[in-house]
């Protein structure tokens, strides 16, 4: 079982993935090049490296369900 230290939560608007804001650098309503059918990739098995484009700082995902994306190593304190 991943720990929630490394879950970081996101949102699909009209076919675009958010977050809230970026676990490094603190920037509000980040756009992820991430698209949903990637992430029904991810849930089966497939990892991702994920660069926040407010601050080019990367995160490999390994897991995600309908709230979370799963990371790799911690990215909360």
């Not at 009209?14 to 029904?40: F, R, T």
């Not at 991810?42 to 660069?51: A, F, Q």
């Not at 994306?69 to 990215?75: G, Q, T, Y």
């Amino acid at each position: 079982m991943i720990p929630f230290e490394n879950s970081w939560p996101y949102d699909i608007v009209m076919g675009d993935i958010y977050v809230q804001q970026c676990p490094y650098c603190h920037a509000n309503n980040v756009l992820l090049p991430l698209k949903p059918k990637e992430l029904v990739r991810i849930r089966e098995g497939k990892k991702k490296l994920l660069v926040f484009p407010c601050c080019n700082t990367s995160m490999t995902v390994i897991d995600n369900d309908s709230d979370y994306l799963l990371s790799s190593r911690p990215v909360r304190n």
